[in-house]
């Protein structure tokens, strides 16, 4: 245990900066729609967030969130729309550093490998790879699923550059902040267009925050040694 302790230590601060930061998105997409100070959102979003998590089980959890997580294909959907010149398209797609601006462009790649690659993930799947008693059989299964996700997580952010470059570009809008990015679907929908954007980072966020709180209480239980999974109820369910 003392071995674990400072790695532990180190993990649940980051467990809790990641979990601030998605209760953080969803307090601004819900700041987005209604106008109200973000700050004012923490509460009425934290709460709900953990009573979903307390009273409703894993896979209600887990189905939930990935049925509404297809919402973020209107991105795919805006960008084939808007029928990108396939030249640019395609150019855009081979790694190249940047032309400009090339700390903010470091600062934003650090990000992304950081949120690829978090810790709270490897606990969080492992623990259930655990639980459900997996052996190597399971290692083709666990390829496809990887592939398949981060395919269609890549897939995703794609349409959302393209969506951007097409729609916002142009018109001299260079996104620094989620105000100008909302706009990039009113032009491929423009009634939803505004709500599908806020709601698919609501739900992005929502997700992330169900998966680092169960990570953290995972990784919470396993080193005090108290009981945990996805089947245990009332004061053991963690």
């Not at 790649?109 to 969080?124: C, R, T």
């Given at each position: 245990?003392?071995?674990?302790?400072?790695?532990?230590?180190?993990?649940?601060?980051?467990?809790?900066?990641?979990?601030?930061?998605?209760?953080?998105?969803?307090?601004?997409?819900l700041?987005?729609?209604?106008?109200?100070?973000?700050p004012?959102w923490?509460?009425?979003?934290a709460?709900?967030?953990?009573?979903?998590?307390?009273?409703?089980?894993?896979?209600?959890?887990?189905?939930?969130?990935?049925?509404?997580?297809?919402?973020?294909?209107?991105?795919?959907?805006?960008?084939?729309q808007?029928?990108?010149?396939?030249?640019?398209?395609?150019?855009?797609?081979?790694?190249?550093?940047?032309?400009?601006?090339?700390a903010?462009?470091?600062?934003?790649?650090?990000?992304?490998?950081?949120?690829?690659?978090?810790?709270?993930?490897?606990?969080?799947y492992?623990?259930?790879?655990v639980?459900?008693?997996?052996?190597?059989?399971?290692?083709?299964?666990?390829?496809?699923?990887?592939?398949?996700?981060?395919?269609?997580?890549?897939?995703?952010?794609?349409g959302?550059?393209?969506?951007?470059?097409?729609?916002?570009?142009?018109?001299?809008?260079?996104?620094?902040?989620?105000?100008?990015?909302?706009?990039m679907?009113?032009?491929?929908?423009?009634?939803?267009?505004?709500?599908?954007?806020?709601?698919?980072?609501?739900?992005?966020?929502?997700g992330?925050?169900?998966?680092?709180?169960l990570?953290?209480?995972?990784?919470?239980?396993?080193?005090?040694?108290?009981?945990?999974?996805?089947?245990?109820?009332?004061?053991?369910?963690?």
């Amino acid at each position: 245990f003392t071995t674990w302790l400072v790695p532990f230590l180190v993990l649940t601060l980051v467990h809790f900066l990641a979990l601030g930061a998605e209760i953080g998105g969803l307090c601004f997409a819900l700041h987005l729609v209604t106008g109200l100070p973000t700050p004012v959102w923490a509460l009425p979003v934290a709460a709900p967030v953990w009573l979903f998590l307390w009273r409703t089980s894993f896979s209600a959890i887990e189905n939930s969130t990935s049925l509404l997580g297809l919402l973020t294909l209107a991105f795919v959907v805006a960008a084939w729309q808007h029928r990108p010149p396939t030249g640019q398209l395609l150019a855009g797609m081979l790694p190249t550093l940047p032309h400009h601006d090339p700390a903010r462009y470091w600062f934003i790649a650090v990000s992304l490998l950081g949120a690829v690659i978090a810790p709270y993930m490897f606990y969080f799947y492992s623990s259930g790879a655990v639980e459900d008693k997996w052996d190597e059989s399971y290692i083709g299964v666990n390829r496809g699923v990887s592939v398949i996700g981060m395919g269609f997580g890549s897939l995703i952010s794609v349409g959302a550059i393209v969506v951007a470059a097409v729609v916002l570009a142009p018109r001299g809008i260079q996104a620094d902040d989620y105000h100008q990015a909302a706009l990039m679907l009113t032009t491929a929908f423009p009634f939803w267009g505004f709500m599908l954007f806020t709601a698919s980072m609501g739900i992005a966020c929502l997700g992330a925050a169900t998966e680092v709180a169960l990570s953290m209480a995972y990784t919470t239980a396993q080193t005090y040694g108290w009981n945990w999974g996805e089947d245990q109820i009332g004061r053991a369910h963690v």
